[in-house]
């Protein structure tokens, strides 16, 4: 997530360098290429997580509750790993340890 937190302000920071920027916008091209190409992956690490702490995949649309759900899913995301298997299947965590 900083990773790519770091490369969307990057794309942001050269699209009003480069004046890709399209009105009162503070992205542009640069930007909004990036976001595409990489929502699928962000979507799958975040509905990964959830299934780590033991919740359904579709809790993911809680973020588009104003306040609410971003401070739900920091809360969700701050949260250990559920030992064993879950529903979603075998923690992560305790594969890497049993190796």
Known sequence: MLFHLIFLF???????????????APFGT???IYALVTF???LAV?????HDIGKSG??????LIPLIGII???VWFCTDSQPGENE????PKEKILSS
Do not use: H, K, Q
């Open 46 to 50: 975040n509905v990964r997580r959830l």
């Open 58 to 63: 579709s809790r993911f649309l809680f973020f």
């Open 10 to 24: 990057t794309a942001m920071v050269l699209d009003i360098l480069l004046g890709l920027t399209s009105g009162e």
């Open 88 to 91: 979603w299947g075998v923690n």
């Open 30 to 32: 640069l930007y909004f």
């Open 40 to 42: 699928i992956p962000y």
């Open 72 to 74: 739900l899913y920091f």
